[in-house]
Nanobody
Framework: QVQLVESGGDSVQAGGSLRLSCLVSGSGYSVSSRSSAWFRQAPGKEREGVAYIGGPAFSTDYADSVKGRFTISQDNAKNTVYLQMNSLKPEDSATYYC????????????????????WGQGTQVTVSS
């Protein structure tokens, strides 16, 4: 059984930074061989993709709303995926979820939550103005 455990969520002032971590464990799963992503969901809104890492070249991609401020990365030795968030804005407030076990073609399909098999429990990020 594969487990994803997020950590690092907190309450910060606008302009601040946070680093989220997603530790993956179980069933021989390795982040070095499977694509991962971070999604977020604010109250009353749909879950949206924020950052992606994977595909044949393990490239990264971002939602337009976070491009230039967020960075997704991974440490294969620690089987952990990170999301560095800088210049945070109040509209970044949400529960952030780590996703793994992507299935599909690494194009626009990576933005669809249904294409990820494994999910963490979420970590709360609150940004105040």
């Amino acid at each position: 059984q594969v487990q994803l455990v997020e950590s690092g969520g907190d309450s910060v002032q606008a302009g601040g930074s946070l680093r989220l971590s997603c530790l993956v464990s179980g069933s021989g799963y390795s982040v070095s061989s499977r694509s991962s992503a971070w999604f977020r969901q604010a109250p009353g809104k749909e879950r949206e993709g924020v950052a992606y890492i994977g595909g044949p070249a393990f490239s990264t991609d971002y939602a337009d709303s976070v491009k230039g401020r967020f960075t997704i990365s991974q440490d294969n030795a620690k089987n952990t995926v990170y999301l560095q968030m800088n210049s945070l804005k109040p509209e970044d407030s949400a529960t952030y979820y780590c996703a793994g076990g992507f299935s599909g073609v690494w194009d626009d399909q990576r933005r669809r939550s249904a294409n990820y098999e494994y999910w963490g429990q979420g970590t709360q990020v609150t940004v105040s103005s």
